[in-house]
């Protein structure tokens, strides 16, 4: 019997979740209350719209950015608008995230299957503050009923202008990134470009609107601390495969960019989008510092239990790493650092999971083998320690190089005995991941579900 080491087109969105002004109040002044107050103005009058408009297109450079229509509905028209049975998904979605949230079960990345249904759909609902959507050029704002600070309108609206603004670039055939998307690494990596974009223009508009200049050091260590949060975050989380999938992206992809622009200004901006960036680990190394996934063969990975076929196959990427290297215990900062680190070395990863044989198809149990690759033995060896130390202990763990292999299945008698294919062909391994991951997949693409420091 094995024996297991021991130690669970897209549109676009601003979510506020906290005083906006304080975010960007770090930036120049620091959250000091005796401060002057930032500049900002009523983004319900057009003359304020224009303004916006107007300093988005000179720091951000590009075409020219017109006003699109904008609407605000209520918290009630919103839940209306995505709840019921307009999100409702098909028996088979249905079966489909089910079999995904039960894999993602295994890996301790959701607490239950019901994360990726009214987990995701509630966090929306209840969080979004406005979004863009391409289809119907409308920038969409949502009023909760709770006054809102001029400055903290200002920077949203400038925000969901840099997506629309980036639509316009689609449509003119800039930074194209149709079909990008073949897993959930590229998924997400994709996302880093759109939102962190915004996050570095709507910050550089607010600059532009004082007259003042953003210090370099300032800068970054905005982001720098952002993205400590965003550990954080994702240490304490119950889900935190939701956390990575919606909030990586400001914090991750903000750093990035922001390099980006204080290199080469906003034409090193707008070079970033093409060739896009499609792994999340890139984005974790930081700028100029792009990694190209490693293919892994056919050979890489175990037969099939007995009793079992191929269900899906997918790349999960450096960040969804990060998260599975956290231990249930509080790490300390540094611990979070340090796993960072340990999963910014990736290298290229696959999922395949597996589905056993069963009367009825919605209680076929499932089982799974992920590898991962790193980029030198020694930092294998320390992701397969914290592996081994933050996955349960029915979860076999094993380096072999490079690489770590992770086995896990519902039914412990599935990876009883194991064994690479014979005769193996050496083809690469194929991504065809699950028909539907998340209810999420119908909702507003791109959503800020965050606090900036």
């Not at 202008?161 to 897993?183: N, V």
């Not at 590898?371 to 930092?379: F, G, I, K, N, Y």
């Not at 294919?421 to 579900?449: D, K, N, T």
Request: hydrophobic fraction near 45%; aromatic fraction near 8%.
């Amino acid at each position: 019997m094995l024996a297991a080491p021991r130690v669970p087109r897209p549109r676009s969105v601003s979510v506020v979740l906290g005083a906006a002004v304080c975010a960007f109040t770090l930036l120049t002044l620091g959250c000091d209350h005796d401060r002057p107050p930032l500049y900002g103005c009523d983004t319900r009058l057009e003359a304020c719209q224009e303004r916006v408009a107007a300093e988005l297109s000179r720091v951000r450079g590009g075409p020219r950015v017109d006003l699109p229509p904008i609407e605000v509905i209520s918290e009630a028209e919103l839940r209306e608008r995505y709840g019921g049975e307009t999100m409702a998904p098909t028996p088979e979605e249905a079966l489909s995230i089910e079999r995904w949230g039960r894999t993602l079960m295994l890996l301790q990345l959701v607490e239950s299957p019901a994360a990726l249904l009214s987990g995701s759909l509630e966090d929306f609902v209840t969080n979004v503050a406005g979004f863009y959507d391409p289809s119907t050029g409308v920038i969409t704002l949502i009023d909760r009923g709770v006054p809102t600070s001029f400055e903290s309108a200002t920077f949203l609206l400038a925000h969901e202008l840099t997506h629309y603004a980036q639509d316009i670039d689609t449509m003119a055939g800039f930074g194209l990134h149709e079909g990008l998307a073949r897993s959930l690494d590229n998924t997400i990596a994709l996302k880093h470009h759109g939102e962190g974009e915004a996050e570095v223009v709507a910050n550089l508009v607010m600059a532009s609107l004082r007259n003042e200049e953003i210090p370099a050091d300032v800068f970054r260590a905005y982001f720098a601390d952002w993205l400590a949060g965003f550990r954080r975050t994702v240490a304490d989380a119950s889900d935190p495969y939701l956390l990575v999938q919606s909030r990586a992206s400001y914090a991750v992809g903000g750093a990035y960019l922001t390099d980006a622009w204080l290199a080469g200004g906003a034409g090193g901006l707008r070079g970033q989008w093409s060739p896009a960036i499609l792994e999340t680990a890139s984005w974790m190394r930081g700028y100029d510092s792009r990694v190209s996934a490693e293919p892994l063969m056919e050979c890489d990975f175990p037969s099939a239990p007995q009793g079992y076929t191929a269900w899906a196959d997918d790349a999960l990427g450096g960040e969804m790493l990060f998260a599975m290297l956290l231990p249930e215990a509080a790490p300390s900062d540094a611990s979070l650092a340090a796993s960072w680190s340990d999963a910014a070395t990736w290298r290229g990863d696959h999922l395949r999971v597996y589905l056993g044989e069963a009367g009825d198809p919605a209680a076929a149990p499932v089982a799974l083998a992920y590898r991962v690759r790193a980029d030198t033995d020694a930092s294998a060896r320390a992701i397969a320690a914290r592996l081994t130390a933050a996955q349960s202990e029915l979860v076999y763990v094993q380096q072999e190089g490079r690489d770590v292999l992770l086995l896990a299945s519902e039914d412990q008698a599935a990876w009883e005995a194991w064994s690479y294919p014979l005769g193996c062909a050496g083809l690469p391994m194929g991504v065809a991941p699950a028909r539907m991951r998340s209810i999420a997949e119908r909702l507003p693409a791109r959503a800020f579900y965050g606090i900036a420091p």
